[in-house]
């Protein structure tokens, strides 16, 4: 279709009868899908006719990807624009409608106790004839408020255009060698950075259909995986990677797995090339500046930068710089990035424009005037043979202490402390060693992946209140 310059499709399927989505014993065209964003547009419209017809937020709660997505389309093709929070506590919602009070909440579930007008999702669409023409939005209309948690516990927003979000998935196509389309299955939430980019956004711009649902044990993702047509690309986390590979189910051929959000060990990502007989890239980013480069670790542990981007250091007074890097922190601008922005990790810049990541500029432990990374840590921790998984984090300090001891989480069902203690003692200086260390089944993870320091620290209590007469 032809659009003004300064405009973008809202979705990019020359043809309006292709598959966009894929959920249990139904196939979605893209027809149908810009059909059913336009009938809930106008359903938003009409929960709160009084209020301005456009850039009014949406709070989009939505699980089903499917239903995630037309959300998604529905504020944008109206004006409006999407509010994706980095979470669903209830603290966290409230702050941020308070932050934005003419917000409608659009969700799929459940009935939120929120004060905001609420919209659930139509359960049951009246049959809607296909759309015969693509909507166009403006390159610089804003349709997106991704949140972060922010340093001080509350939400965070960072703006996102239409057209900086399509050239995202521009370089996101070049970077990632994508150059046709391949069928997604993610495991990661529509609302965070990589899930919007890597699922939601590579649908919609880079027409890739899209399993709508969002697998997180083994079998769920093997069963999805087989509802896709050839070639398929599993987005998801190194959390998820390594169940699924250590479910010993039957995995249906993958072509490509693209990794982010946690680190990643090299051995994990060579056992997953091998046993998958696929590529496996990861992406290195923030919510703030999105995806910006990529690596394939069997290949390289450096990252080489999408199309665009630049980084640029900025030199640290002397008095901060002991505590971050040698020559300063970066900053990383161009391509699809909004404004310049600061990074929060360490970074090694190579002559030939790629980065070797050295840790977070947050992760950095200084006891006893030594200096060591937590991530450092972890890894040493990691592959002691018989640990299956650990991390090391730095708590809360006790009353009686400047500096708190490093404290290990642990999971090694063949092995005992003393026995981890002892082969970490010939890895780690002594300083380093955790106090305390504590075996567990599991790692708290979260949906993401990760491993929320609070919910470290509330094992780390609840160890405490245990040892207690």
């Not at 027809?31 to 006719?49: K, S, T």
């Not at 708590?395 to 063949?414: K, S, T, W």
Request: negative net charge.
């Amino acid at each position: 279709m032809m659009v003004a310059t300064d405009a973008y499709p809202l979705i990019d399927y020359p043809d309006l009868d292709r598959v966009m989505l894929y959920r249990p014993g139904e196939r979605i065209t893209a027809g149908r899908f810009l059909a059913e964003a336009q009938y809930l547009a106008d359903l938003l419209v009409g929960l709160q006719p009084d209020r301005p017809p456009t850039a009014a937020p949406v709070l989009n709660l939505c699980q089903d990807r499917y239903r995630f997505m037309v959300g998604l389309a529905a504020a944008a093709q109206s004006g409006n624009v999407s509010l994706l929070p980095s979470n669903h506590a209830d603290d966290t919602l409230r702050h941020l409608l308070e932050c934005f009070p003419d917000t409608v909440c659009l969700h799929d579930q459940v009935e939120w106790t929120l004060p905001a007008p609420q919209l659930a999702y139509p359960t049951a669409v009246p049959a809607l004839s296909s759309a015969e023409a693509i909507p166009a939005v403006a390159g610089a209309q804003q349709v997106a408020f991704v949140f972060t948690s922010g340093s001080t516990g509350r939400p965070v927003p960072h703006a996102k255009t239409w057209g900086k979000l399509v050239r995202n998935v521009r370089g996101a196509q070049t970077a990632l060698g994508l150059d046709g389309a391949v069928s997604i299955v993610g495991t990661v939430p529509p609302q965070h950075m990589f899930g919007l980019e890597s699922t939601v956004l590579l649908c919609m711009l880079g027409g890739c259909p899209l399993w709508s649902g969002r697998p997180f044990y083994p079998a769920d993702i093997v069963a999805a995986l087989a509802e896709m047509p050839e070639p398929r690309m599993l987005v998801t986390t190194p959390f998820h990677l390594q169940s699924l590979l250590d479910s010993g189910l039957a995995i249906p051929p993958i072509a490509h797995l693209l990794l982010a959000t946690a680190p990643l060990d090299r051995a994990l990502a060579e056992r997953a090339e091998r046993q998958l007989a696929a590529p496996l890239r990861e992406i290195y980013g923030c919510t703030e500046t999105g995806q910006i480069a990529t690596r394939r670790p069997v290949e390289s542990l450096d990252w080489t930068l999408f199309p665009g981007v630049l980084l640029e250091v900025d030199p640290l007074p002397d008095d901060q710089a002991a505590d971050a890097t040698e020559s300063g922190v970066f900053r990383a601008s161009g391509g699809h990035i909004e404004v310049p922005i600061r990074l929060a990790d360490r970074l090694d810049v190579l002559s030939d424009g790629r980065f070797r990541l050295l840790g977070r500029l947050a992760d950095q432990v200084n006891i006893a005037g030594k200096r060591s990374a937590l991530s450092a840590l972890t890894a040493q921790l990691k592959e002691i043979p018989g640990v299956t998984d650990g991390v090391f984090f730095q708590p809360d300090p006790l009353p009686d202490q400047a500096i708190p001891r490093l404290c290990a989480l642990v999971v090694a069902p063949e092995r005992t402390r003393a026995e981890i203690l002892s082969a970490l003692r010939l890895r780690v200086d002594p300083v380093f060693l955790p106090r305390p260390l504590i075996l567990v089944d599991a790692l708290p993870y979260n949906e993401t992946g990760k491993l929320p320091r609070a919910q470290l620290q509330a094992r780390l209590d609840r160890y405490r209140e245990s040892l207690k007469p």
